[in-house]
């Protein structure tokens, strides 16, 4: 009895206090200076955005963010821990403090950015739900799905967004739900149901589990938004600061044409003005950080433009090849734009 | 004089004997064990082909990247590319020698106390239990005497396993004896503790104790005081385990006689010494069933760590198929851990049923 008093006083607390009203501006930046790494939460595996090969170094698009914050601060992208963290944990953990950023392919929704004392502090990636189906059905469109046995892999919002998506469309289904990605991956190649719906992103490494992946084709339809991004504490914007702009210079090296390769050179000889400030040949903008003059150069030295993280975790240059789609530059179609660097 | 020569015994009757007559016995010895015979020989005709076909025959054992896998059968050489991961989980390579030289050195260390000759056999194993985890931890954490550290977040795969399981089972033996007795006690305020202690752990699944400790009690922690994430599972996990063990001790403990606990008073054995001269040693032996069973489901549960984030057997084979390289191996994951955990806990059922031979003195049949 005793324990279970003491455990509610506890919790009362903890609701009256709030879980988001320790953290002070500056304190991320200071208390990461002196530990000399940045935490980072990451996902248990995910393919393409964390996950670790071999030798149990991690990789990703998820991982790449962790990465060039480290660049960033400490002109070393190793100096990084990771704290892999199951879905259910993952607020908890920025909330105490266990980790700096988490960057966990986490949608950015209203509620968890007011209600749970968190900022979500841009995109690194714009998901959303598709559809996967074997060619042999011969369908083009999502709207030709009627009566179609459609397998879910369950997820927070999947099964909800699906059935809007009918309804609103007046078709028919019938759902099976799995659990696991592995099990619906063998159920659409036994047969059991005529298409796959999960985050897009998802699709194409459910398709490569197949066995002859090449005679399914993910839909061009996306029926929700899921922005997924980094996220961090509320009440220390100078720590927000960093990690928003991180991600703003990946995106900005890319549409400026700075690769990994050319970085260097281009920050002693450019003649380009965006690209000297971007670079910091040019003003003091990485003081306004805190951050030291060079830090867009060690991030993509380091870790590479957005362009190129892409590419080498989830696009052409993987095993997953998804397409940019939504996450082209806005001057290529897509939705990424980053803010000037001035 | 004449004798008697008795006529030489005639064989028995050839239907009850050898390959035919064992069939007879065991597999056809009424129409309904007939059936179920045809229908078991019928499923394993089903299953078993298709299995071996699956496994060996057309299994690939060598190569390098998915590519190499082309026999349409199980891909082997995922588990062989990722063997490492498996065992040690993100354990820095070139210092897998720390954990091997910790299991050796169990091992080793142990060794003296299954020789049945050994003099001061209790001595040694207490001190065997003192110094041992200490060596142990300072082998596998590190962080004095010249050994580089290696975080717990580090830790993976089956070392992580045997970790949890050999802490659970050291830890929850002595906690839940002491639990048993202190339920058994005559002091009120001893058996309401131990009863209130064993209820409350005893009816919450473990899977929940974990998730508190990982996602709760780190929101009332002050800021920046985090509590390593293995050691609040340890924790948890003896606690919840020591509740079971207590329950097993204490159904032992109420199986001796009643005239034992009076002989051993009227020895003038204090109450220390009847328990653990008198009353534990017989009641221990009766309950190895149910301890080892208890020991078992524990080294099962381990895997439940996958909800809290930490990378045991299982989930550092999880993990290893969300590598792009190596996507779709999920099926040869889970048969390797479960080949690794049936090994593990055949072994443990073995050791257990040897013990109640050796130990059956005053209970034979």
Not at chain 1, 237 to 262: C, H, K, P, Q, Y
Not at chain 2, 73 to 92: L, N
Request: aromatic content about 12%.
């Amino acid at each position: 009895m005793k324990m279970v008093k003491s455990t509610l006083a506890i919790l009362t607390t903890a609701t009256v206090l709030g879980v988001s009203g320790f953290a002070q501006a500056g304190a991320t930046l200071d208390a990461v200076q002196k530990k000399g790494f940045v935490q980072c939460g990451i996902s248990d595996g995910l393919p393409g955005f964390s996950y670790a090969d071999e030798k149990g170094n991690y990789m990703g698009l998820d991982v790449d963010v962790c990465r060039a914050v480290a660049a960033a601060v400490f002109g070393d992208a190793t100096k990084v821990k990771y704290s892999p963290l199951t879905a259910k944990e993952r607020f908890t953990a920025l909330q105490s403090g266990e980790v700096d950023i988490l960057s966990r392919n986490t949608t950015w929704t209203s509620s968890r950015d007011a209600a749970l004392g968190l900022n979500f502090t841009g995109t690194n990636y714009y998901d959303g739900q598709g559809f996967l189906v074997n060619k042999k059905l011969g369908v083009s469109s999502a709207k030709e799905l009627d009566g179609a046995t459609v397998c879910i892999q369950a997820g927070t919002t999947t099964e909800l967004n699906l059935s809007d998506y009918f309804r609103a469309n007046g078709l028919k289904y019938t759902p099976i739900t799995y659990d696991t990605s592995d099990e619906s991956a063998k159920s659409v190649e036994a047969g059991r149901c005529d298409v796959l719906t999960s985050d897009q992103s998802q699709l194409y490494a459910q398709r490569i589990k197949l066995a002859n992946p090449d005679d399914y084709v993910v839909l061009p339809e996306v029926i929700s938004k899921e922005p997924l991004g980094p996220v961090v504490r509320q009440g220390d914007e100078e720590w927000f600061d960093i990690v928003r702009w991180t991600l703003f210079a990946m995106v900005n090296a890319e549409e400026l044409g700075i690769t990994s390769a050319n970085v260097e050179e281009m920050a002693k000889s450019t003649k380009n003005p965006d690209i000297a400030r971007l670079l910091g040949a040019e003003g003091e903008f990485g003081k306004d950080l805190k951050l030291p003059k060079d830090w867009a150069v060690h991030i993509v030295k380091q870790v590479g433009n957005y362009g190129e993280s892409f590419d080498r975790n989830v696009g052409s240059g993987s095993e997953l090849k998804i397409e940019r789609g939504l996450n082209a530059l806005w001057n290529k179609g897509g939705l990424q734009y980053a803010p000037p660097v001035r | 004089m004449q004798t008697h020569t008795f006529k030489p015994d005639l064989p028995p009757p050839a239907l009850s004997v050898g390959v035919v007559g064992w069939l007879r016995a065991n597999l056809f010895s009424s129409w309904f064990n007939s059936l179920l015979t045809l229908f078991a020989a019928y499923l394993v005709w089903l299953i078993l082909p298709p299995l071996i076909q699956w496994a060996f025959i057309n299994a690939d054992w060598v190569g390098e990247t998915r590519a190499d896998c082309t026999s349409g059968g199980a891909c082997w050489v995922f588990i062989q590319q990722r063997f490492g991961q498996f065992m040690y989980g993100f354990y820095p390579s070139e210092l897998r020698w720390r954990v091997d030289l910790t299991l050796w050195l169990a091992i080793i260390g142990a060794a003296p106390l299954f020789i049945p000759q050994m003099v001061r056999k209790g001595l040694y194993g207490l001190a065997f239990l003192v110094v041992y985890p200490v060596v142990a931890y300072w082998l596998l954490h590190g962080g004095s005497f010249g050994l580089e550290v290696v975080p717990t977040s580090r830790w993976g795969g089956l070392m992580l396993t045997l970790v949890i399981a050999a802490v659970g089972i050291a830890g929850a033996l002595p906690l839940g004896v002491l639990l048993a007795l202190g339920r058994r006690s005559d002091m009120p305020a001893i058996r309401v503790i131990c009863v209130t202690f064993i209820e409350f752990w005893r009816g919450v699944p473990l899977i929940t104790v974990l998730f508190m400790s990982s996602v709760m009690l780190p929101l009332f922690l002050p800021e920046g005081m985090s509590f390593d994430k293995l050691m609040r599972a340890l924790i948890g996990v003896i606690l919840f385990q020591s509740a079971y063990i207590a329950e097993v001790v204490r159904g032992g403990l109420q199986a001796i006689p009643k005239g034992q606990y009076e002989a051993a008073a009227a020895m003038g054995l204090g109450y220390w010494r009847m328990m653990g001269l008198v009353i534990l040693p017989q009641a221990m032996k009766l309950v190895i069933p149910g301890i080892v069973n208890t020991f078992i489901s524990l080294f099962k549960d381990t895997s439940l760590v996958i909800i809290i984030g930490l990378f045991d057997l299982l989930n550092s084979i999880k993990q290893a198929t969300t590598d792009p390289a190596w996507l779709g191996m999920a099926t040869e994951g889970y048969v390797f851990a479960a080949l690794v955990f049936w090994i593990f806990c055949f072994g443990m059922s073995r050791y257990s049923v040897h013990l109640e031979r050796k130990l059956d003195t005053g209970h034979k049949r």
